[in-house]
């Protein structure tokens, strides 16, 4: 006796909802599918888009110990013997938009709990919520899109640019730059040289800008440069340690 | 090849570090007290880095002494997360256990000392020995970390 093949239901989907394997309805994507919507979106393209997920060398490059030893660094490097799940996406300028100069970036990582996909954090410029948010702060900064930082309070009822406005002035820096740090958003201009803060290229030294501009040149470097494993090409993460 | 949980730690530091899934989650405190009358157990934790930045690791020194043999075991480690909020996830490569050499008791002081049982892999700046010296009355231990002289909190346990 034959069995009538299952009937698909219909659905749509949008190439960012890819990643997560949803469909504009919020469906879930079966794996399968999901590979075959990557290959017709890429040859709908007329410059690709390529993805890649899997265990990689973390290009990530920080004296993480003596950022705990209250900044007194040592110059190692304690992220040059670690591995990252990554997920790496390339896609052309063009995707971003038409207006160089009003693109920004953030991303963030959404757990599954229960069917249903729960923001965990999110990220855009290097050591934002680390260094500037205590406690329960870092929570609510996770829980709330940029567009809300400007207005957001902490858990103190202050807002989140004076609360990072003390910090700036504790540290040595500038309170104003609350205001720049605030949204948290990565700006890439395509028309302009990419580096920090225009983007960020996995070796530019996102800790020693940081420090240089938190601390108001009182700090300029933790010692530590970057990897030499970075690779060329796509996924330019270098192999697993 | 290091097996690296990166999610557990952005959760609660905000940004990117690696880490290793060490267990179950810890008390968020220290403490210390009696199994009878020579034998001392004890954890000691502090935050790190210290104010104006907020604390997203702690530090943790913990062990079982007989002051009366002199003898005893310490472990030390650092553990993403506050005091407040630590979690049982350990930096990697931070964890130690450590052989007691010596206990000096003076009123409510003890002051322990102890050495590295496997020195190899030590961090840069990482001395291969301990000292800490625990205040019973201020319920407070002083301790090296890299270098550096760090207060720790010990509370009361059963």
């Known amino acids: 006796m034959s069995r009538a093949a299952p009937r698909r239901r219909p659905f749509t989907w949008r190439p960012e909802l890819l990643l997560l394997g949803k469909t504009t309805e919020g469906r879930q994507l079966s794996q399968a599918r999901r590979h075959l919507l990557a290959r017709r979106l890429k040859s709908q393209r007329e410059e690709p888009i390529d993805s890649s997920q899997g265990l990689r060398s973390d290009p990530f490059f920080f004296d993480l110990l003596g950022f705990i030893n209250n900044l007194h660094f040592t110059g190692s490097d304690f992220f040059a013997d670690k591995n990252v799940f990554a997920i790496v996406l390339e896609v052309p300028n063009s995707a971003l938009g038409t207006s160089p100069s009003k693109t920004s970036l953030w991303g963030r990582t959404l757990l599954s709990q229960s069917s249903t996909l729960v923001r965990d954090d999110r990220m855009a410029r290097a050591a934002i919520n680390t260094v500037f948010n205590h406690g329960q702060d870092k929570n609510i900064f996770n829980s709330i899109d940029p567009d809300k930082d400007l207005t957001a309070l902490t858990a103190e009822g202050i807002t989140f640019v004076q609360s990072f406005r003390n910090t700036l002035t504790a540290l040595g820096g500038d309170p104003d730059l609350a205001v720049v740090l605030l949204p948290d958003l990565l700006n890439y201009d395509f028309s302009k040289p990419t580096g920090y803060l225009n983007g960020r290229r996995l070796q530019d030294d996102v800790i020693d800008i940081s420090l240089t501009l938190v601390t108001g040149g009182g700090l300029t470097t933790d010692g530590v440069g970057p990897h030499s494993d970075y690779l060329s090409d796509f996924p330019y993460l270098g192999q697993p340690h | ?158």
């Open chain 2, 1 to 158: 090849m290091k097996t690296i949980d990166r999610r557990d730690f952005l959760k609660m530091a905000g940004a990117g570090s690696a880490v290793v899934v060490a267990g179950v989650a810890m008390p968020v405190a220290g403490y210390f007290g009696w199994t009878n009358k020579d034998i001392l157990r004890f954890r000691a934790v502090t935050g790190m880095p210290k104010a104006p930045l907020p604390s997203y690791a702690s530090y943790v020194i913990e062990g079982q002494v007989d002051l009366r043999a002199r003898t005893g075991q310490l472990a030390k480690s650092i553990h993403a997360g506050a005091p407040d909020a630590m979690s049982g996830v350990v930096f990697p490569g931070t964890a130690r256990s450590l052989r007691v050499t010596d206990i000096k008791q003076t009123g409510d002081t003890v002051l322990i000392s102890g050495e590295i049982t496997d020195k190899m892999g030590l961090l840069k700046g990482e001395s291969p020995t301990l000292s800490i010296e625990i205040d019973r009355s201020a319920g407070l231990a002083q301790a090296d970390f890299l270098g550096s002289k760090v207060v720790m909190r010990l509370d009361a346990h059963d």
